[in-house]
């Protein structure tokens, strides 16, 4: 079978998540995105740039896609970013699904009355739309786009487990008072950082903070700022985490803490590093978050954006004993890579 794999980028999760469909052997695979490179992807690939950022970069995207797809024959176009199409309401797509199966997966949905219209737009022209959660299904649903696919997100992750003592000590974190709480990754606006600081000013249970990711739109500064209170209970190490310390942070850990803001309605990356070594979970009641932390028992919810209620499931999070039941067990199993390929595999071949 001959997938075309279409992506607007190749960083982070965007590469891990191709990798794992197109290490599948039954696939041929021809990859389209920003300037791959045909060594490290052992395939035909071919460069094409975000499409989102101009009409016309859109108009010449879709395009060049079309071009290749004539060139290549694939038997699917897989559109595995299909967020980078919202803007521009899918046009032009039609060409390419007349005479291709054509699957479009979302990762994050953001409701609104011209979001929506762009959404139906685009699905038309997919005979499948893959969505990674049962609430982000759901708010499809009820705008009436029917050839929906749920395909749990999965662990991509090489995290090697070690024992929490051992790791706590190689990070310097052996001696530290309370549980660890673990904030993962790119300190982006929407994952609500400065949320979680806030909030730690009301906790009255001991605790160590760990931020452990890229230093983005809250910076070493604000951090120091915001924690003054107790900064010597918090651990930083911002910028690129190699494959050893991103480990190290997530084993030293107790709890994950996910303070996203209402505009983050997607899968997470650092619930599935946290679930696969047992770790228990904090996020927020809203959206996919809060559905998958509660359907599947992997810790507690907050009320999205209460600083104060996050200062409250945070301090009883601390203060009482926790551990994983058989639905969290399941769930792990849910977010196996190999359920995900095969789940791909199996949309790809049926009519």
Known sequence: MKVM????????HHRTYLKA???CPNVKSILVADKPS?????????????PSTSFLKYKNYIKSLIKIAEKEKPD???LVYGDSLYRYFGYGLKKLSKKYKTVITFHQIRRSFFRDISYKMISRNANHVVVHTDSLLCDLHKIRINNLVHIEYPYFGNTKEVKQDAARKMLGLH????KILLCLGGTRYDKGLDLLLDALNCVEAPFHLLIAGKEEYFSSDFIKEKA???LSNVTSILGFLDDEIFSMCVCASDIVVLPYRKQFDGASGPLGEGVRLGKQIIGPNHGSLGRIITEHHLGKTFIVEDVADLAYVVNNALKEEWTYDEKY??????INPLHFVNAYLRLYSCD
């Open 21 to 23: 469909l197109m290490g």
């Open 329 to 334: 067990q399941q769930y792990r199993g849910m």
């Open 38 to 50: 045909n060594e490290d992807w052992n395939c035909p690939t071919y460069s094409a740039s975000d």
């Open 76 to 78: 699917v176009i897989h």
């Open 5 to 12: 794999f279409v992506d607007s980028k190749l960083t982070g």
């Open 228 to 230: 003054a209170a107790y």
């Open 175 to 178: 001696d530290v008072n309370g």
